[in-house]
């Protein structure tokens, strides 16, 4: 079993910037991608961050340019910075792992851009 813990959502003005963070625990050793999925009202979740252990990051269009993904190693941390954050950006994101057999979610963090 693998647990993701997310922190880092809240409100803020648009043209700001938050970053997330995910912390993997337990059966990590065999995880080969991390990353970001979001969610708002009404719609379909969407991925929009992945990265896959020595491949590279791979982002929903509409956030290129905007939002990065990076990982540390050594603290089994996954992050989200983002920047330029627009009102469509309002949703929860959830980080996701996989270990190519099962998926993984965190219990997700909302993110409201808002003036």
């Known amino acids: 079993q693998v647990q993701l813990v997310e922190s880092g959502g809240g409100l803020v003005q648009p043209g700001g910037s938050l970053r997330l963070s995910c912390a993997a625990s337990?059966?990590?050793?065999?995880?080969?991608?991390m990353g970001w999925y979001r969610q708002a009202p009404g719609k379909q979740r969407e991925m929009v961050a992945l990265?896959?252990?020595?491949?590279?990051?791979n982002y929903v269009d509409s956030v290129k340019g905007r939002f990065t993904i990076s990982r540390d190693n050594a603290k089994n941390t996954v992050y989200l910075q983002m920047n330029s954050l627009k009102p469509e950006d309002t949703a929860i994101y959830y980080c996701?792992?996989?270990?190519?057999?099962?998926?993984?979610w965190g219990q997700g963090t909302q993110v409201t851009v808002s003036s």
């Open positions: 337990g059966s990590i050793f065999a995880i080969y991608a």
């Open positions: 990265i896959s252990f020595g491949g590279s990051p």
């Open positions: 996701y792992a996989t270990n190519s057999m099962t998926q993984y």
